[in-house]
């Protein structure tokens, strides 16, 4: 069985940082793409950055130059740092995991943690 840890809610004001972090553990026999994902109230959820088992990393339009995604792949750590966020940038964040149990490669999302912006 697959678990995943994310950190807690942050509020913050517009133009601050905050960091989110998603640790994956369980019975695992192997991990690939990891990435985060957002929704926000009547949106559907949308990819924000991924990054690759050997660190490449994609980011959607709005989050390039102020979102930073990393991980660490000896602690099963995925990490996404948001600089100078924005009221629009509100939204339950979610990680998720490409991973392999037993021979069988799926999918693992996080629980979500809010981040809210505003002044």
């Known amino acids: 069985q697959v678990q995943l840890q994310e950190s807690g809610p942050g509020l913050v004001k517009p133009s601050q940082t905050l960091s989110l972090t998603c640790t994956v553990s369980?019975?695992?026999?192997?991990?690939?793409?990891a990435a985060w994902y957002r929704q926000s109230p009547g949106k559907e959820r949308q990819l924000v950055a991924l990054?690759?088992?050997?660190?490449?990393?994609d980011y959607k339009d709005f989050a390039k130059g102020r979102f930073i995604v990393s991980r660490d792949n000896s602690k099963n750590q995925l990490f996404l740092q948001m600089n100078d966020l924005r009221p629009e940038d509100t939204a339950v964040y979610y990680c998720?995991?490409?991973?392999?149990?037993?021979?069988?490669?799926?999918?693992?999302w996080g629980q979500g943690t809010h981040v809210t912006v505003s002044s």
């Open positions: 998720r995991w490409t991973v392999m149990e037993g021979t069988e490669w799926s999918h693992a």
């Open positions: 369980g019975t695992i026999s192997g991990v690939a793409t």
């Open positions: 990054v690759t088992n050997s660190g490449t990393a």
